[in-house]
């Protein structure tokens, strides 16, 4: 079956240790995303890639970082310079920008 | 500015009612509107609309796009419990490498 995985499914990580977020799709998809939510808000863009070794950073892209080494992972880290990291961190893919996105089940990250 | 507001932000029903939810937006260069139902997790695909006044339906979802008056809106007719969700609105940005997402209308069913 063809999807988008992430995981771990729920993190827990102390305050100032990075932590990075898997995201692997197996649709042949060339364009990924990572959007994180908050609560009573809608998804908000981190950063994206169109193509493989190529990314941008989205709207909220400060704190984060993320590599595109192989069209089928996109892993992000978050790192200790993100102020307010616990959030709901979901990842998608679509066959190439501007398409409709899949998105995997979500990884629920929580900082102490 | 580029913006998309859903409306209204959450909505409670009881079963078999029909509910209405609004997209309304301002982007450049329109190009296509989405709609995604998220329930506990990752919001899932429903319709893209590319043009105005064609329908889209599936089972008791359809909806509609109205490119002149810059709106969107997704039906739903007999309400079932299983309709609970998040229902996102979504439109590629102007420079058309990104999708710009509404906060979404919680739909609450009762039974």
């Known amino acids: 079956d063809g999807g988008i995985t992430q995981s771990p499914k729920y993190l827990f990580r102390k305050e100032g240790q990075n932590v990075t977020l898997s995201c692997e799709q197996n649709?042949?998809?060339?364009?990924m995303y990572w959007y994180r939510q908050d609560p009573g808000q809608g998804l908000r863009l981190i950063y994206y890639?169109?193509?493989?070794?190529?990314?941008q950073k989205g709207d909220i892209a400060e704190g984060y970082s993320v590599s595109r080494e192989k069209k089928e992972s996109f892993p992000l880290t978050v790192t200790s310079a993100q102020k307010n990291p616990t959030a709901f961190y979901l990842c998608?893919?679509?066959?190439?920008?501007?398409?409709?996105?899949?998105f995997g089940p979500g990884t629920r990250l929580t900082v102490t | 500015e580029d913006k998309v507001v859903q409306s209204p932000l959450s909505l409670v029903v009881h079963e078999g009612d029909t509910v209405t939810l609004n997209c309304s937006y301002e982007?450049?260069?329109?190009?296509?509107l989405l709609w995604y139902k998220q329930e506990k997790k990752a919001p899932t695909f429903l319709f893209m609309l590319?043009?105005?006044?064609i329908e889209k339906k599936s089972g008791r979802l359809s909806s509609i796009l109205d490119k002149k008056e810059l709106f969107s809106i997704l039906n739903i007719t007999a309400t079932q419990t299983g309709d609970s969700a998040v229902y996102l609105c979504?439109?590629?940005?102007?420079?058309?490498?990104?999708?710009?997402f509404g906060s979404g209308t919680k739909l609450n069913v009762k039974p």
């Open positions: 982007v450049t260069n329109f190009r296509s």
């Open positions: 998608a893919s679509s066959i190439a920008i501007n398409y409709e996105q899949y």
């Open positions: 979504a439109l590629p940005r102007y420079n058309f490498n990104k999708f710009y």
């Open positions: 649709l042949n998809h060339d364009a």
């Open positions: 590319t043009s105005s006044g």
């Open positions: 890639s169109q193509i493989v070794n190529d990314f």
